[in-house]
């Protein structure tokens, strides 16, 4: 029963961040994977203290633009089975759990450094006309996203906690720092994208509006958002109003009439 836990708990771990970048049908949300985890381990109980405890960490948070934030779905899977299977509680498993989640930043932005290079060769194939060999490239999407999390997890399953701990510490500096570096550009690549499919130059009042709030004033995020809901709004039934005019003008014979009234 325990190997087939052990399994169970590996192709969670990577069925959810394939899961995550595909169809969506389990999300990498702490609750779901916790509830997930839970039914595995057969406590369930545990596994949704924990949820509830990452799940609140991950609401401040946010992988906006291509920003790489630590993996809390992750951080419950193996933070959940280490405290069921030792027995040891809510504080071993984040103690366990964090150092993974942040160990998969690093990875994440491996696996789409990676990636990258596949869509290259898939272009380039693509036209070549190597249409099935194309194809066959593309299994490597699933595969990474899969290997993401399913390998700190299984490290984690057979190896203990510990093993986190002594592979951030045998990684070499200049590899943590790169995959840092690598990080903290993908946020700005996310925002120039966004920037470039938006339309601009139609919005761009509201975007130094928004930068103005959030640089200079520092108004909190939720107070942005509110904002630019309000003016969302006001834009769409500006638009509504101009594409269904409605005659409600007043004739001067109704006028009159009301007068002799």
Known sequence: ????????????????????????LLTYFPVIVGFVTGLIMGDMHTAMVVAGTFQLMMLGVAALGGASVPNYGLATIVGAFVA?????????????????????????????????????????????????QMLNWGYAGPVLCFLETALPTALIVFAGPTAVTMVLKVVPKWITDGLTVAGGLLPVVGIAMLLHYMPLKKFLPFLIAGFVLAAFLKLPIIGIALLGLGAAYWYFENEVAKSNPQTTAVTPNSAEDDYDE
């Open 1 to 24: 029963m325990t190997i087939i836990q052990d399994i169970l708990i590996i192709i969670l771990a990577g069925y959810m961040t394939m899961d995550e970048d595909g169809i969506v």
């Open 84 to 132: 069921i299977r030792t027995g040891s509680g809510i504080k071993t498993a984040i103690a366990v759990g964090i150092p993974v989640g942040l160990l998969a930043i690093q990875l994440e932005v491996l696996r789409r450094i990676i990636a990258n290079f596949v869509a290259h060769k898939m272009e380039k194939l693509n036209e070549a006309g190597k249409w099935r």
